[in-house]
């Protein structure tokens, strides 16, 4: 079983469409959580962490179930800007090491 | 405000050849890592370091050595190129059990 795993999409949605993204991870010793984006040809960027008490940054927002060892990501009102690839991101306890999900390609269509 | 910065940007080797790329951070991040990214496969750590003068292997170590002399850079060498080398490269940096900062890249061609 791959340590952190997403879905590969692609996930093609019309502006304005609300989106989700899943992903699970195997180690239950994780303690933080982050989504990346990363555009074509570009390198990784933080696009935001992710608590436990599920957290908002304007039109995403970011839940955590570490019992179900699932993280998702949600995109209200999509916009075309927001086609990317999107990591799930793990880092175990004790770790510096960051374990990386393959990603989710999202395209937003006009 | 540089962040990451990672020289050169695109490199064509032929086969046994050797280069090093250069990562320069000006973060002042303790911890600092080498990742290449092929097609289908996602982000895989080659090497990283923990503080000046440590390394460590990373996921997919084999054909390549690291150096962290000085706290800010973090090199990375091939001895001998591999076409299975053809990738490419990032690096990043960070603060112990925080998200990272990566480079803008190198895409390498190893003919």
């Known amino acids: 079983r791959k340590e952190v795993e997403q879905d590969p999409g692609p996930f093609n949605v019309p502006e304005g469409a609300t989106v989700a993204f899943n992903c699970t991870y195997s180690?239950?010793?994780?303690?933080?959580f982050f989504w990346y984006r990363q555009d074509c040809r570009k390198e990784p960027k933080l696009l935001m962490s992710v608590y436990s008490s599920g957290n908002e940054d304007g039109r995403f927002t970011a839940q955590l179930n570490r019992a179900s060892q699932y993280i998702s990501l949600l995109i209200r009102d999509s916009k075309l800007s927001d086609s990317a690839t999107y990591l799930c991101v793990c880092l175990g306890a004790g770790s510096y090491q960051l374990t990386f999900g393959k990603g989710t390609k999202l395209s937003v269509i006009p | 405000n540089a962040g990451v910065t990672q020289t050169p940007k695109f490199r064509v080797l032929k086969t046994g050849q050797s280069m090093t790329l250069l990562c320069a951070q000006d973060m002042n991040h303790e911890y600092m890592y080498w990742y290449r990214q092929d097609p289908g496969m996602g982000l895989r750590l080659i090497h990283y370091?923990?503080?000046?003068?440590?390394?460590a292997k990373g996921e997919v170590p084999d054909g390549y050595n690291v150096s962290r002399l000085k706290k800010q850079n973090f090199l990375l060498g091939l001895e001998s190129a591999a076409p299975s080398q053809t990738s490419v490269y990032f690096c990043?940096?960070?603060?112990?059990?925080?998200?990272?900062?990566f480079g803008d890249g190198t895409r390498l061609s190893i003919l």
């Open positions: 990043a940096s960070s603060f112990g059990g925080q998200p990272q900062h």
């Open positions: 370091s923990v503080g000046e003068g440590t390394t």
């Open positions: 180690n239950s010793a994780s303690q933080s």
